[in-house]
């Protein structure tokens, strides 16, 4: 593991508790989606100036080129619904709907990725065996499952009165830990243990299935 310094101007508002970084190519960018703040510079330099984009609020980014990015945002009462491709400082009308019908939008939760082989972005579900396979224009879409039984979110969910707001109100049944793309293929780190397999050997080593991105 190396550490590096990156330079970002320090008299800017910026939620530092959640800066994270990403990386495509020579690109280098950190953001976070609470203020919100992109700044992008190079790989080398590790000068980042900030992009001149203000209008919404995210929690996931991907660089998908070095004038374009796709991000993921919250909506209220729907959850993890939308995904916008941003040019910089223009905001793309393109939008894709992430949402599945089932618990106020907690079982739209996922991880988004890009990977740069096939040029696909994958959006991989927590809570169901499923994972999406888009382009980066957000206009062609495709479904896959994955060998895990699960295909719908098991999932309770509770409302505060109070406060009008919707909560689980159980641990929820993660079928998809987490997953990474790369090479046109898709790795899963699987949350469910199969039939066929010991119960220690499931808790020492993770289980890892593999899928490819273009036809699951």
């Known amino acids: 593991t190396q550490h590096l310094a990156v330079k970002i101007r320090q008299d800017l508002k910026i939620a530092w508790s959640t800066l994270k970084c990403a990386t495509l190519n020579e690109q280098l960018l950190a953001y976070e989606g609470n203020v919100p703040n992109i700044f992008q510079g190079n790989i080398h330099t590790r000068i980042l100036e900030r992009l001149p984009v203000d209008s ?25 619904t939308t995904l916008f491709l941003q040019h910089h400082n223009v905001l793309s009308t393109t939008e894709l709907s992430l949402d599945t019908g ?24 927590t809570y169901a065996n499923r994972f999406l396979s888009i382009d980066t224009g957000l ?34 049944l993660i079928v998809n830990r987490r997953g990474t793309a790369a090479q046109g293929l ?11 397999e010991l119960s220690n050997a499931f808790d020492l080593a993770p289980v890892i299935d593999v899928y490819h991105i273009a036809d699951g």
């Not at 919404?56 to 009462?77: C, E, H, M, N, T």
Request: glycine share 6%; proline share 4%; hydrophobic share 45%.
């Open 186 to 196: 898709l790795f899963i780190h699987s949350g469910l243990k199969a039939d066929n």
């Open 102 to 125: 089932h618990a106020v939008g907690f079982a739209s939760d996922g991880a988004l990725m890009y990977d740069q082989a096939s040029a696909k972005l994958v959006y991989l579900y």
């Open 139 to 172: 206009l062609q879409v495709y479904q896959h499952h994955s060998i895990d039984t699960i295909r719908h979110p098991q999932l309770i969910t509770d409302t505060l009165v109070s406060k009008n707001k919707v909560i689980l109100a159980a641990p929820p």
């Open 56 to 80: 919404i609020r995210f929690d996931q980014l991907v660089p998908v080129s070095s004038a374009s990015f796709v991000v993921r945002k919250w909506k209220d009462g729907q959850g993890f």
